[in-house]
């Protein structure tokens, strides 16, 4: 099973979690600091998931999302918005946008692989809108 994670986080502290906790469950993340280099390396990476930050310099995560969906490649891999929107209505714009399901900050280090890994493509439990 493909286990390569691109994770799209502009703050170093969350980028450091995630990729740690993620790494420790056998996990290979590759990061991109905003949705420009997203969408660059995730045209070559063959991610089995992105985890998406929204609140991004320059193209926020709704329009990564998008133009990721865009990518025939991609248009199945699950991408997953990690965030700390937490107002009314933020995560069915994060759905609506492409994303299969949404996070919020700060992430529990105690659930946050299961909460990953049960979106990987071969698992039973999926989000539903």
Known sequence: MNRKILLVEDNESNRYLATFLLERAGFTVVHAPDGSA?????????????????QLPGMDGYAVARALRDLPALGAVPIIAVTSYAMTGDREKALEAGCNT????????????????????????????
Do not use: Q, S
Request: a negative charge; hydrophobic letters at 45%; aromatic letters at 4%.
């Open 102 to 129: 949404y996070l919020e900050k700060p992430i529990n280090p105690e659930t946050f692989v299961a909460e990953v890994t049960r979106h990987l493509p071969g698992t039973e439990a999926k989000e539903t809108p």
């Open 38 to 54: 997203a969408l660059a390396l995730a045209a070559t990476a063959d991610p089995a998931l992105i985890l998406l930050d929204i």
